[in-house]
């Protein structure tokens, strides 16, 4: 069973950092991925980046070079370090692990960027 914390979440100013952590528990398979997404309200929820087993990464165009996401190879746990937050970030943030058609998923962390 995959469990899920999402921390590091906040409110902060434009052109902040925020580091959010997901702390997991469970196997972490080969197979899987691991991601952030991001959902405001109103919208559907939406892809931030993901990272497979291999450290293959990839980010949604508005992220790029701004985000970066990883995870620690030993307990599973995922991370995402946001750069020049901008007021459009504002979402709650969650993490993902996709196991073949199966998603785990957190319970999410407001991250807030305030002008």
């Known amino acids: 069973q995959v469990q899920l914390v999402e921390s590091g979440g906040g409110l902060v100013q434009a052109g902040a950092s925020l580091r959010l952590s997901c702390a997991a528990s469970?196997?972490?398979?080969?197979?899987?991925?691991m991601g952030w997404y991001r959902q405001v309200p109103g919208r559907q929820r939406e892809l931030v980046a993901t990272?497979?087993?291999?450290?293959?990464?990839k980010y949604e165009d508005a992220v790029k070079g701004r985000f970066t996401i990883s995870y620690d190879n030993g307990n599973g746990n995922i991370y995402l370090q946001m750069n020049s937050l901008k007021i459009e970030d504002t979402a709650v943030y969650y993490c993902?692990?996709?196991?073949?058609?199966?998603?785990?998923w957190g319970q999410g962390t407001q991250v807030t960027v305030s002008s």
């Open positions: 993902n692990r996709r196991r073949g058609m199966r998603d785990y």
């Open positions: 990272i497979s087993y291999y450290g293959d990464t």
């Open positions: 469970g196997v972490l398979y080969a197979s899987d991925t």
